[in-house]
């Protein structure tokens, strides 16, 4: 394993391993080498390591934002005594600055790393755009009926659960379910009592399902969140199975739940219910709660994407026209700030990089917002896709920005590409669905070159390889 692993975003600084190789974030003209192993013993304290950040480029306005995970600080000036997890450090042409890396507790280090996003302020907010070539993970195309009706919302997030390999969770109006995509079957799950079951039975109805992850040391905590018209639950995860009780996290009706950007192992969601809050693990209580970011959003927060690196979110309302707002600071009595009106019937807004994107289902469009690292957010117009997109995706691959969107209406399912620097869709294309599937709600990617999508209409799951549209071929 590489010490220094390499995503579009971020960087991740993995603290088990040891590895002297660099890797060059070649749009900010920074290295990252780590001359001190940033190494340590599960279990101990102590100096994990020296990471150093070079800019080899002729610009002065060069910085890095630097974060980490819990139980580790960072030596440096701009790392206040009351945050030691998280900074934003200035390198001057020419220059090297040296962060001392310090673990309270070395991690588990599949869930610890130091992430690093890059700053040039000379060609505006740009991240991080180096990639190793992803993992060989792609499975085998396969359509999967599955024992919920009315499916909405499909995540491949992380194993959780009984799936012995890469599974989706898909929620419908009667409950949700597991799906095993490599054999393509439904998982059978055990519950704290030893009963098992292949669905999680919700007879109100609900939109969506979120898996949540949290691990810090010894400390591994799991769960299902799923909300819908009525309320928002959450579901743990015990060592001998699922709970046999639900959490009731939100007792009024709620649109959607996304992850924060930037940040992995599905530890906290963003939760829209009018007004927008948290559910995340709380590392002081020891348990799971809700913290409230905004009381109300002015027609009601639908939808919202946000940071883990900056404290701020947009919000999309529905409407003819909706409406884009802008969260900032952590008093949920600010009154959110509107940016623009967007197209007819907003549903969705997803984030990867430096692009927001809202479908638009009654405009059966896309609109795609510029929104960098200093806030700065700005619509910059709107594509045409299947007709009645409603579940969106975006993630940072090989050929730039992708995003997947269904048309629930014709059966379709659209893959655009945006180029990361320029924000310039450089190919958009549109194809069936797969013969089965009816009434495409949700997709979401599943790796770098398969989406996953939810048939509302035929009950069932599809695995699709998109590599030649992804390549702008038809």
């Not at 292949?198 to 969506?208: A, C, E, H, M, R």
Request: hydrophobic fraction near 40%; aromatic fraction near 6%; proline fraction near 6%.
């Amino acid at each position: 394993m590489h010490l220094v692993r390499t995503t579009w975003i971020p960087a991740l600084l993995t603290l088990a391993a040891c590895s002297n190789s660099p890797r060059t974030l070649e749009e900010i003209g920074v290295s990252v080498r780590v001359p001190t192993p940033l190494c340590c013993t599960v279990g101990t304290a102590g100096v994990a390591g020296t990471i150093e950040l070079t800019n080899e480029s002729q610009s002065d306005d060069v910085s890095l934002s630097v974060s980490a995970p819990a139980g580790v600080s960072i030596n440096s000036p701009a790392f206040t005594p009351t945050d030691p997890r998280r900074g934003s450090v200035v390198v001057p042409a020419g220059s090297t600055v040296s962060l001392e890396v310090f673990v309270a507790t070395c991690p588990d280090p599949d869930f610890a790393s130091v992430s690093i996003f890059g700053i040039n302020e000379a060609v505006e907010h740009i991240d991080m755009l180096v990639k190793d070539p992803p993992p060989d993970d792609t499975l085998p195309d396969l359509l999967v009926p599955v024992n919920v009706t009315a499916l909405e919302s499909i995540r491949n997030v992380f194993d959780l659960g009984f799936a012995t390999g890469p599974s989706a969770w898909v929620a419908g109006s009667d409950g949700f379910t597991q799906v095993d995509l490599t054999t393509g079957s439904i998982v059978t799950q055990t519950g704290a009592d030893s009963v098992q079951f292949d669905k999680f039975n919700d007879p109100s109805g609900i939109f969506g399902v979120a898996p949540l992850r949290y691990e810090s040391g010894g400390t591994t905590e799991e769960g299902i969140f799923t909300y819908g018209s009525s309320s928002g639950t959450f579901q743990p995860l015990l060592a001998a199975g699922w709970a046999n009780f639900v959490q009731l996290a939100f007792q009024q009706g709620v649109s959607d739940a996304s992850y924060l950007i930037g940040k992995s192992g599905g530890h906290q969601i963003i939760v829209s219910h009018g007004g927008v809050s948290s559910f995340h693990y709380d590392e002081v209580a020891g348990s799971w709660t809700r913290t409230i970011l905004a009381n109300s959003v002015a027609g009601g927060a639908l939808s919202t994407v946000a940071r883990e690196r900056a404290d701020e979110r947009l919000a999309v309302t529905d409407g003819m026209p909706g409406a884009l707002y802008l969260l900032t600071g952590d008093d949920p009595a600010v009154t959110p700030t509107k940016i623009a009106d967007l197209e007819n019937g907003p549903r969705l807004i997803r984030a990867a990089g430096r692009l927001a994107v809202v479908s638009n289902h009654d405009s059966d469009s896309l609109t795609l917002i510029r929104w960098e690292l200093d806030g700065t957010v700005e619509v910059l117009g709107s594509c045409a896709v299947g007709d009645g997109p409603l579940g969106i995706d975006v993630r940072l691959v090989p050929q730039g920005i992708a995003i997947v969107s269904t048309g629930q209406n014709d059966n379709t399912y659209t893959i655009t590409v945006v180029d990361p620097t320029t924000l310039v869709v450089v190919s958009k294309i549109t194809k069936p669905v797969p013969t089965g599937l009816t009434g495409p709600a949700y997709a979401s990617w599943f790796n770098d070159t398969q989406i996953m999508i939810a048939g509302n209409t035929s009950n069932n799951v599809a695995l699709v390889n998109v590599s030649t549209e992804l390549d702008g071929d038809a």
